[in-house]
């Protein structure tokens, strides 16, 4: 029996060869210099930071060149699959405008693109042809070493302090005769088919790293496992090489983790003799935690998880802006210079990564977001608003909306002017920046007034300025000048310069005064602008406020 013909025993059924898929997914044809990216996740439950930094950097990559961004998912995993993951990464996807121009949906049966199917574990024949292909040609073989073999390996590997793997001696079945192999088969014995390294681990060879540059490797010389015994799939490094290459990647845009597993597939291609994709290992994520700075834990850190900043309610904008900003360090003022422009305007450059590390800081993030939302319009927050409520607070939802005008109204104080307000960072601090406005959440309030001014004191003023100066269709001027009037009226000062000159003379000052009105109508000592809120509360809302106090 040849090489050949075990091959036929193990895959009788499988009769395209690697020529026919070479044919069936030729070049693509862009224009010159279009990257092809793709995002390659394994349905196993949740999206870490990491993974949404690589989707971003795939996806500017490719837009910018006019290239090809595709979803494949990486299911040959079933024991890690996690219901509705799947179902999650296109949800994250479309909430940030990131769709892919080329997946497939199994639930919904929705599919793009001709270099499909783009789910694993319907490429079964395709892994099939490309294994068939190398034990014919005597490059991969079966294997049979079981768990326990490879377990008792493993502890004398680490005894005698060798590397860990199935190489050299330790590779028992790699010069097993066909005939033997196949014979082993017939019986039922169970196998995995294992690479057959030619690779030299004492030799070293050069690999370009577009973000870390070039480095070097000793050649891969294990004869790691191509395709699993469970269910017949391949594993990752086999399904990288398969895909990537008929799927036409240009860019494998990929987590750090990865780096390791370069020499593998550098023997890989070069068995196959197809050309290697260009590679970007993107940086860890760090965060600070005190004065250590460390690998940012999806254990440790809600923030890892890209559900948070959904909870939350960023902005899609503000979380894009954070990952960019750590993803190159020249992008900050690369927006400086263009601060309408679309992410995707900006030239990523893999070598303007951070080899150490991106530090993500959640106090970066707010302040990049608390900057957008104060320059959107009152009405583009409202819809923010709406839209995240509707999720994460149905009641507030129903309030906004019963009241929508007047909420966009509010939302609207300090909004028009130069420097606008930057209250919140994401809509789940919203209802907690305006919630006095609102009658219905104005309920059991505890008011800050200052100690030093008595009950009496606080009703005089509240009661003398509503009933005898408070006109609600007073300009600002005519408003300002009452409050004025009022201070002097009863024995406070309306004038700072006078006070601070003679403190004892008055019972405090204008500025005490406006004090007393805010906290009576808010309960709080610091609300934006007074005048306004006045002017949206109405004076019937602000009359039965001021009952309340007694
Ligand atoms: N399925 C792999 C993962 O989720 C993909 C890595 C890659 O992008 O090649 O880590």
């Not at 069936?24 to 439950?45: H, I, M, N, Q």
């Not at 010069?175 to 169970?190: F, H, Y």
């Not at 000062?493 to 004892?504: A, F, T």
Request: hydrophobic letters at 30%.
């Amino acid at each position: 029996m040849t090489t050949k013909d075990l091959a036929n025993m193990i895959f009788p059924d499988i009769t395209k060869t690697i020529e026919d898929y070479e044919k069936e997914y030729p070049e693509r044809e862009l224009k010159e210099g279009a990257r092809v990216t793709r995002y390659a996740p394994s349905p196993t439950g949740f999206m870490h930071i990491g993974n949404f930094m690589s989707v971003v950097i795939d996806y500017v990559v490719a837009k910018q060149t006019n290239g090809i961004f595709y979803l494949r998912n990486e299911d040959t995993d079933s024991a890690r699959e996690q219901e509705g993951a799947v179902e999650y990464i296109r949800h994250v996807l479309e909430h940030y405008n990131m769709n892919p121009d080329e997946y497939e949906y199994r639930d919904t049966k929705e599919t793009k693109g001709i270099y499909g199917p783009y789910i694993q574990s319907e490429r079964k024949d395709i892994y099939h042809a490309f294994i068939k292909h190398l034990i014919s040609e005597g490059k991969a073989y079966p294997c049979f070493l079981t768990q326990e073999e490879m377990d008792s390996i493993r502890e004398s590997q680490t005894r005698d302090k060798r590397r860990i793997g199935i190489y050299g001696r330790f590779a028992k079945y790699r010069d097993l005769s066909p005939d033997e192999a196949a014979e082993r088969i017939k019986n039922g014995e169970k196998y995995t088919v294992r690479l057959k390294s030619s690779g030299d681990f004492n030799k070293k060879f050069k690999f370009d790293d577009l973000a870390n540059g070039t480095m070097e490797f000793p050649e891969n010389d294990i004869d790691i496992p191509i395709m699993k015994s469970s269910n017949l799939l391949p594993t990752y490094h086999f399904a990288h090489l398969v895909d990537d290459h008929l799927m036409r990647t240009t860019h494998v845009i990929r987590g750090q983790e990865w780096i390791s597993s370069v020499p593998v597939h550098y023997e890989l291609f070069k068995t196959f003799g197809f050309k290697m994709p260009k590679y970007i290992h993107t940086s860890l994520i760090l965060k600070k935690d005190g004065d250590k700075i460390r690998k940012i834990s999806k254990r440790l850190d809600p923030e890892a998880r890209m559900t948070y900043y959904e909870e939350k309610g960023y902005p899609i904008y503000s979380v894009i802006e954070a990952i960019m900003t750590i993803a190159n360090s020249n992008y900050e003022q690369w927006r400086e210079g263009h601060p309408d422009a679309p992410f995707t305007d900006f030239e990523f450059s893999p070598k303007k990564m951070s080899a150490s590390g991106a530090l993500f800081d959640l106090d970066k993030l707010d302040n990049i977001s608390k900057n957008y939302l104060s320059k959107l319009k009152a009405t583009e927050v409202f819809d923010l608003l709406d839209t995240w409520s509707k999720e994460y607070d149905v009641e507030f939802n129903e309030l906004i909306n019963k009241y929508k005008e007047y909420t966009t109204n509010v939302l609207n104080i300090e909004r028009e002017q130069k420097k606008p307000r930057k209250d919140y960072a994401s809509l789940s601090e919203v209802k907690g920046q305006i919630w006095y406005m609102f009658d219905e959440l104005f309920t059991d309030v505890e008011y800050q007034f200052d100690e030093r001014f008595s009950k009496e004191a606080i009703n005089e003023v509240l009661n003398t300025y509503f009933n005898e100066f408070y006109d609600e269709n007073d300009d600002k001027d005519t408003w300002f000048s009452k409050m004025q009037q009022l201070s002097d009226k009863l024995g406070y000062c309306s004038n700072m310069k006078e006070y601070k000159e003679n403190p004892d003379k008055y019972k405090g000052n204008i500025a005490d005064v406006s004090n007393i009105i805010r906290v009576g109508v808010t309960s709080l000592q610091q609300t934006p602008d007074l005048y306004v809120i006045l002017k949206l509360l109405g004076k019937d809302r602000i009359i039965e406020r001021i009952k309340k106090i007694g």
